[in-house]
């Protein structure tokens, strides 16, 4: 059986009309989920706590949800963050009382001003992407008062809005309570 010139045409065109629609497709998914976007989150070295939500604002305040995921309650004497992503914890005296106790599973949404490695405070512009390391000096509940404070840190990678109060408009972060 003998193919006429337009059924051969109108297949050779159908055939690649399938492919670019194809391609416009996956062209699209591609454009909707960005997959040369630098993940946003934050993610501590060893097991104990969860982190989530982390917003670093333009004034340089890092905005972020911690869960104790411990077997103990926790009591929390300090937190620093800063651009320095040094594996060995800033020198930290801590106080004569906690600033925090965690319950065992509870999660609580603490406010910080990062800092550079100099310990001074950093101003990133909206938009552009921020790391940093944030420590946490901590004891268990149940640790004795000549027990040494312990640290952890985690590592957080997010996009910076502008800081409440700036002239751009952008979600801006809830306060702590």
């Given at each position: 059986?003998?193919?006429?010139?337009?059924?051969?045409?109108?297949?050779?065109?159908?055939?690649?009309?399938?492919?670019?629609?194809?391609?416009?497709?996956?062209?699209?998914?591609?454009?909707?989920?960005?997959?040369?976007?630098?993940?946003?989150?934050?993610?501590?070295?060893?097991?104990?706590?969860?982190?989530?939500?982390?917003?670093?604002?333009?004034?340089?305040?890092?905005?972020?949800?911690?869960?104790?995921?411990?077997?103990?309650?926790?009591?929390?004497?300090?937190?620093?963050?800063?651009?320095?992503?040094?594996?060995?914890?800033p020198s930290f005296s801590p106080p004569s009382s906690p600033i925090r106790t965690l319950q065992r599973q509870?999660?609580y949404e603490f406010n910080i001003t990062c800092v550079d490695a100099n310990g001074v405070a950093v101003t990133p512009s909206a938009g552009s992407d921020f790391?940093?390391?944030?420590?946490?000096?901590?004891?268990?509940?149940?640790?004795?008062?000549?027990?040494?404070?312990?640290?952890?840190?985690?590592?957080?990678?997010?996009?910076?809005?502008?800081?409440?109060?700036?002239?751009?408009?952008?979600?801006?972060?809830?306060?702590?309570?």
């Open positions: 059986m003998k193919k006429s010139k337009g059924q051969a045409a109108m297949e050779y065109l159908m055939t690649y009309g399938w492919a670019l629609l194809v391609i416009v497709v996956v062209i699209a998914i591609l454009l909707i989920i960005n997959p040369l976007q630098p993940p946003t989150g934050c993610r501590f070295d060893s097991l104990g706590f969860l982190c989530s939500e982390p917003l670093v604002t333009s004034s340089g305040k890092l905005y972020l949800k911690i869960t104790n995921a411990n077997q103990n309650n926790i009591l929390i004497y300090g937190m620093n963050c800063t651009t320095n992503r040094a594996p060995s914890p509870e999660q790391a940093a390391k944030l420590w946490i000096f901590y004891k268990n509940q149940e640790d004795g008062a000549s027990y040494p404070v312990r640290s952890i840190s985690a590592n957080i990678v997010s996009k910076v809005v502008s800081a409440p109060g700036s002239s751009t408009s952008s979600p801006s972060p809830t306060q702590t309570s």
